[in-house]
């Protein structure tokens, strides 16, 4: 039996592709340069989106930017390293700058490394909480008040059923923790943020990219869909919660 927290309506369309965009919006999603980033950046272009590519290595950022450019999608790339504070900061004031207003954060980029809690680096203890928790909450405090002002947000984080204690918090410890914290600030931010500034927590699947050695079972496109949905949730979509393939999980 799937434990359903929210109404059925709200989990419209399961089998459904999605449709065009009534409204254009401005999409951040970070770690796109490769994975289930490109892949989603790819579908909301496709749908009329303008999206902000971001990616820590510039150049990757621009080859992928431009790759999707070509396929006529309003899409540009940002440096985007959530382990660097000063450089992430630039970039927001460059968004500033250029008038950019960013409407939906996809809080997509991550980082697994297979070593036992015991054995970690403090290199990789601090990598994986900053861009699991830091550097995501960080983008969220820097993007949010102004999706508060002008009524409209969505944030969208990318977790792991591995962060889930409901599921047993399988998978590498580091990844597990680190996703667990992305889980609970998805929770707590929920309880300070108006109805109108929607933050969801998404477990993609076991999917087909650099970090599960190209070994998953879904393909980046179809993880892609859920991000998607959280991303454009209509006004009376859910907020606070945790989903794979757009259907609620348990924490
Ligand atoms: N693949 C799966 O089966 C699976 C399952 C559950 C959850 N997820 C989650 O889904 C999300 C996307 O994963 P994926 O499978 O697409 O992984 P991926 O192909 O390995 O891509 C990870 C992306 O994150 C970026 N990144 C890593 N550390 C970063 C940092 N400090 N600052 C900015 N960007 C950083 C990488 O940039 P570089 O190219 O510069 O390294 C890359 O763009 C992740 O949050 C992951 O935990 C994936």
Redesign the pocket.
Known sequence: MIFLPFPPSWIQGLESTTGKVSMKRTILV????????LATAALLGEHGHRVVL????LQ?GEEAANSLCQKGFDVFALP????DMAQLNQSLNQLENQGVHVDVLIN?????DEVPLLQLTQNQIE?AI??HLT?PLHLIQALAPAMIARGYGRIVN???N?GSFAEGMGGPGLYGVS?AALNALTVRLAKELPSTVKVNAM?????R????NFH?TLL?EKAAETAFWLATLPEDGPTGGFFRNRRPLQW
């Not at 971001?54 to 290595?57: E, I, P, T």
């Not at 985007?80 to 382990?83: C, K």
């Open positions: 970070t770690g796109a340069n490769r994975g289930i980033g971001g990616a820590r290595d990757a985007i390293d959530l382990a997509n980029a991550g980082v697994l990598a900053a861009t550097g990318l977790s792991s591995w996703k477990c993609p699947g076991w999917v990219t650099r970090m599960s998953g980046p």
